[in-house]
């Protein structure tokens, strides 16, 4: 696959949904481990947002491309399905995890690791220990209108996810808006701080936003909502304009 491996046409992607040969694949995950400390937790929508920021953060990780140390993993990830599953850690289990080899992201309130993908079975034992479930968290204050000139990425309004399934679940729209995205528009958003936002959108918003041709993540139902749903659309205003304009709505099966 190339440094920044882009699907071609739908039958060859890892987003869709439907069985193909990279399912047949060695299967690897992509840990995201988030900051949850009892006294201290963060919020949510910035949980999210800093999730999706560091699934962007190491696909343009000079790493991650050509010869880099985690280039051949990256590229076994991509593939086969393009999983991401999210753990929680406080106190001493942050500080094991900080040690592994990664990338630290802070948002205002929340620190997420991303780590290179690792095999479904082969976790390291320091984040294999680490919980899946209790990520519920909560916005202290209702998020403010997003930016109308960045990045948002709208989450479907009929579902409800744990905090740690939403933000796999932001981070699979931003890899496919980064997919989709020219190089020129690639580098002015990893320049400029890979800005976005995670939001909530309305039923007419998402009955319209579905219907865009924007990039669109469809789950495949491993946990917590049914197969096939319809979790996340990537709004990036780049993918709004011409010649780059989507052309068709990508979907990926998540964990």
Known sequence: ?????????ESGSPFRSEPSARDEAPQFVLPLVVRIERADPPARTDALETAARAVLTILADKRSAGEGEW?????????????????????????????????TVTGKSAEVRVFPPVPLDGWPKDLARLQVSGTDLDDPESPADADPSAPVLWLNPDLGMSAGKAMAQAGHAAQLAWWELCDEDRTAWREAGFP??????????????TGLGLPLVRDAGFTEIAPGSCTVVADHPALRRGPHGPSRAASTRSE
């Open 71 to 103: 280039a051949e993993a990256m590229r076994d990830w991509q593939d086969a399905r393009i999983r991401k599953v999210v753990r929680r850690a406080r106190g001493a289990e942050w500080r094991r995890a900080e040690a592994l080899p990664g990338i």
């Open 1 to 9: 696959m190339s440094e920044n491996p882009t699907p071609e046409s």
């Open 196 to 209: 976005l936002a995670v939001r909530t959108a309305g039923t007419d918003r998402w009955s319209e936003l």
